[in-house]
């Protein structure tokens, strides 16, 4: 059965590469993938699976169905699709959902003489705002017995794990003053400065494979002006949900100490 699966892919070959393709040279962030969910599901509907839009009530979430010989377990194929700003597919995510689709299609050529269904899932917003969670809320993955999914990696692996994720919005509010008498003022950007500053001056007691990388979005309007208010975001990763909370929490006492020195 496993080659006979494996020709069918071969077999739907040009079609999945159209279907990469297609995603790749049309990047939309998440939420706005309605272009990708329509390439994913017009592939899909060709080879007779049923749809279902509006999962979990997003506008670029779906379920295609495929129903075997008889009641069995539910096999669920995660799609994902959604890009990053300006660099586009540079995660991949035009593979996982070629590969999801691919799968499926391959393994519903033999469901005349299996048991259960298969549902491709497409799950938009990976990449922030976590549209499988919506999901998961809404209970659209009730039912399911397993799901499944690749990544694209540089290497290959059957299990490689993941890391715990946290992201973290910063915002410091200050008090506005000409930069020729700054003690009339609240410096908001040194505030962000300052964390940036501790969490460098820290690595060396996180946990081991720890990663904390961050983002200035806003620091002030001249450079004449004391910034009232500045704006960052951090993204903190862990190789355990233990180490990230301990992470996650010498970052809330860095962000104490700043307000403390800073005023803002």
């Known amino acids: 059965m496993i080659d006979k699966i494996f020709d069918k892919v071969d077999e739907i070959k040009e079609e999945l590469l159209q279907l990469s393709k297609n995603i790749h040279d049309n990047p939309e962030l998440s939420?706005?993938?309605y272009k990708s969910s329509g390439f994913v599901k017009d592939l899909l509907r060709e080879h007779n699976f049923e749809i279902e839009d509006?999962?979990?009530?997003?506008?670029?979430?779906?379920?295609?169905?495929?129903k075997g010989n008889a009641d069995g377990p539910r096999i669920a194929f995660l799609?994902?699709?959604?890009?990053?700003?300006?660099i586009g597919h540079a995660c991949g995510h035009n593979l996982i959902a070629m590969v999801s689709a691919g799968a499926a299609i391959a393994l519903s050529k033999f469901m005349d003489e299996i048991p259960g269904e298969?549902?491709?899932?497409?799950?938009?917003?990976e990449e922030g705002g976590g549209g499988k969670v919506v999901l998961?809320?809404?209970?659209?993955f009730d039912g399911i017995d397993y799901s499944l999914m690749t990544h694209?990696?540089?290497e290959n692996l059957i299990n490689r794990g993941g890391l715990a994720i946290s992201s973290i919005g910063l915002k410091f509010y200050g008090v506005s003053a000409h930069?020729?008498?700054?003690?009339?003022g609240i410096n908001a950007l040194q505030g962000v400065i300052q964390t940036f500053n501790?969490?460098?001056?820290?690595?060396?007691?996180?946990?081991?494979?720890?990663?904390?990388?961050?983002?200035?979005?806003?620091?002030?309007?001249?450079?004449?002006?004391i910034p009232d208010y500045a704006e960052s975001h951090f993204t903190i990763r862990a190789r355990t949900l233990g180490d990230l909370k301990i992470v996650v929490n010498h970052f809330k006492n860095i962000v104490e100490s700043v307000e403390k020195l800073t005023g803002a």
């Open 54 to 66: 509006n999962s979990g009530g997003m506008e670029t979430a779906f379920k295609a169905r495929f």
């Open 152 to 154: 694209p990696s540089t």
């Open 31 to 33: 939420f706005e993938e």
């Open 198 to 225: 501790n969490i460098d001056s820290m690595r060396g007691i996180f946990p081991t494979g720890t990663n904390v990388n961050g983002i200035i979005i806003k620091g002030g309007i001249a450079s004449n002006i």
């Open 118 to 125: 298969i549902i491709v899932m497409g799950t938009p917003a």
């Open 136 to 140: 998961i809320e809404a209970g659209e």
């Open 179 to 184: 930069s020729a008498a700054p003690e009339f």
């Open 79 to 86: 799609a994902e699709y959604d890009a990053l700003p300006e």
